[in-house]
């Protein structure tokens, strides 16, 4: 009932405004030099086109027409796009990588408090007795975590305790930045080796899981709790049994890496999720289902001028001889037809957003180089409204269950406001109507 009446306030916060505007706010964390500001530049300069103009604004001045260099403090980047006849007001959220030779818990409390302020907004506002018919939803909707792809093989210890952690406040989805830089081999090794870790060992909810209690954990269960009641096992046999336990879990890890997804788990959930799909034709299942085939996302960032920023102007088939990608083309079109003349002129002529190796050209926007565009249209279509209600119904309920029975037992219904304005979110762009 809440929700309804809250999304149906932020989704037209202006009456006059013909066009609905679903708010949608994401957040980009990770450590320290995994893709994130470049990743926030692609997707700008990716919709270019689609945003509507005089609606972009940035939380501080210049921020994405300068040189790249670390992010020393968070900003935002806001708009509106329409996107398939839909409007979004986008806000994307720049943070400072996570830097180990600093103290970790303090960069992580940093996060958190933004993101757990913006649930205080809406809560201070639900409590108002007149509330503020222009007030706009600024929850973090979806957090994409940069992934650290260091080792290759396995999730790293800080990485795991941030998600941990997040994941606990906001939609995770995990993605790998830099995806040039890791081979075909490399990825699907990576891949599976991370969706093992997220499902299977740590059982991270990030975005997508689903707890599933199976035959085996209940069995196992009550096993335990009938050996329990016949009385102490020896400590030998228990040391034993461990020992058996953590070479099944090996073994099983290494036929499930090798045979399947990489998960166990992720399995499940997916055939799971078919059922729905094949069942009742459900598209929120679809959608998913289809996320998780992709589990984590890979993106590629544009290469950048290193003095201006802006992307290198890059051709497509630019290493091909000109002849050869003609011919290539002629093999598909009529090749003495107008529209194959008028074509080849517009097509030699286009530039795309990627990065050039002196082998090959990688396309950020090129679905077979990397996901960007199906996160993109996640983003801004796809998962839209499912991150949004499950950001209220889930987080923000999670987050004013939790205050409201702390202050009933301080005795203490006091939100300070004075310290909420000088929060980092004061910073944050409303594009009102
Ligand atoms: N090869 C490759 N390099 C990339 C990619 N994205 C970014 N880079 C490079 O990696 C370096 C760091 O990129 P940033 O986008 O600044 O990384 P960041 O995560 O924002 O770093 P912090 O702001 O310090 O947290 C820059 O030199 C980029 O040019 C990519 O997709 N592929
Ligand atoms: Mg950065």
Not at 303 to 315: C, L, N, Q, S
Not at 364 to 379: Q, V, Y
Request: aromatic share 8%; with cysteine.
């Amino acid at each position: 009932m809440l929700y309804s009446a809250y999304s149906q306030k932020i989704s037209s916060p202006a009456r006059s405004r013909k066009e609905p505007v679903s708010y949608l706010n994401i957040m980009v964390v990770g450590q320290t030099g995994t893709g994130k500001t470049a990743f926030v530049r692609t997707l700008c300069e990716s919709l270019k086109h689609t945003i509507i103009q005089g609606t972009l604004k940035e939380s501080k001045p210049m921020v994405l027409k300068d040189a790249l260099r670390p992010t020393d403090d968070l900003y935002t980047v806001s708009m509106h796009v329409e996107e398939n006849g839909e409007r979004t007001s986008l806000t994307v959220v720049d943070t400072p990588g996570f830097d180990q030779s600093i103290d970790i818990e303090q960069q992580l409390r940093f996060v958190c408090t933004y993101i757990d302020h913006q649930y205080e907004r809406t809560l201070i506002e639900e409590t108002k007795l007149r509330r503020d018919a222009k007030a706009v939803d600024t929850h973090i909707h979806a957090c994409l975590y940069f992934l650290d792809t260091t080792s290759k093989t396995d999730l790293s210890d800080v990485d795991r305790y941030m998600l941990r952690v997040l994941s606990s406040r906001v939609n995770i989805i995990p993605v790998v930045g830099k995806a040039d830089t890791l081979t075909a081999v490399q990825r699907e090794t990576i891949r599976k080796a991370y969706r093992w870790n997220f499902f299977d060992t740590f059982h991270i909810p990030v975005y997508g899981y689903i707890e599933i209690e199976k035959e085996d954990d209940l069995e196992q269960e009550q096993q335990q709790q009938e050996q329990a009641s016949e009385g102490e096992e020896e400590e030998d046999d228990q040391d034993s049994q461990k020992e058996e336990g953590e070479e099944d879990h090996q073994e099983k890890k290494q036929q499930v890496i090798t045979n399947h997804s990489g998960s166990e788990v992720m399995d499940t959930i997916m055939s799971m999720l078919k059922e729905y799909v094949e069942e009742d034709n459900d598209e929120d299942a679809r959608a998913m289902y289809e996320y998780l085939e992709h589990f984590p996302l890979t993106l590629v960032g544009y290469e950048e001028d290193p003095e201006t920023g802006r992307p290198v102007a890059i051709m497509r088939d630019s290493l091909k001889p000109q002849k050869q990608a003609d011919k290539e083309e002629d093999h598909q079109q009529q090749p003495s037809s107008p529209h194959t003349q008028s074509r080849k002129k517009g097509r030699s002529n286009k530039t795309v957003l990627g990065r050039r190796y002196p082998w090959a050209v990688v396309e950020c926007c090129n679905p077979e180089h990397c996901d960007f565009e199906r996160l993109k249209s996640m983003i801004l279509s796809v998962h839209r409204d499912m991150f949004r209600i499950d950001t209220f119904e889930r987080f923000y309920e999670k987050y004013r269950t939790k205050q409201l029975m702390n202050r009933r037992f301080e005795g203490s219904p006091t939100i300070n406001k004075g310290k909420l304005t000088n929060h980092p979110s004061a910073t944050h762009t409303k594009v009102r109507a």
